[in-house]
C-alpha cells in the first residue's frame, strides 16, 4: 500500500511528462536517424530502417514507462504493443496528411511540405502522448485492480407469487 502511495506521489505533472516525453522520444529519434544511416551503409536500408524502427520504439516505452510517465518499473508486453500502435497509428496520420497535400497541390514546394510533415508529426505527437499518458501508462488502472475490493456474492431474494402460475392458468382462454 505504501509502495503504491510513494508511486503515485512521484507521478509527474503533465507539463513536466511532456517534456520528458519530447526529449525522450526526439533523443531516441535523433538516435536512431544516426542508427539507420550507420547500418545502411552495410546493409539494405529498408531492413536497416524496420530494425531501427523496432529497437527505437521498444526503447521509447522502457524510457516512458520509466521515467516520462513514472509508472515505477519497465513497460509491460501489452504496453510494448499499445505503443507501437501509438506509434504506427501516428505514422498514419503523417502519411495521410503527405497523400492528402499531394493530392490538393500539384507540386508542392519544400517548405510547404515541411509545414504539413510538421504540422501533422505535432498534431500525432500530442495525441500519442495523450494515449500513453491516460490509456497505456495511466496509474489507475495498475492500482484499481490492485485496491480494489473482492467480489462478494449478491444474494437476490424472491417474493411468492399471490396465485400460483401453471398450465392451467397460462392455457385458459377468455
Known sequence: MEAAQSRQQAAPGALT???RFV?????????SSFAVAALASWMYWGLASALVTAVSTLLA???????????????????????AGSAAAAYAVTSVAMLVLQQLVAAPGSLL??????????LAGVARFAMLRLVVFAR???QVAATAPTARPVHATMTRAAAPVGPAVLCRTA
Open 17 to 19: 511528462a511532456f517534456a
Open 113 to 122: 511540405e515541411q509545414v504539413v510533415y510538421l504540422s501533422a508529426s505535432a
Open 61 to 83: 516505452a522502457e524510457l516512458h514507462a520509466r521515467f516520462t510517465f513514472g509508472a515505477g518499473g519497465r513497460a509491460t508486453w501489452r504496453q510494448h504493443a499499445q505503443s
Open 140 to 142: 489507475n488502472h495498475s
Open 23 to 31: 526529449l525522450c522520444g526526439g533523443g531516441v529519434g535523433l538516435a
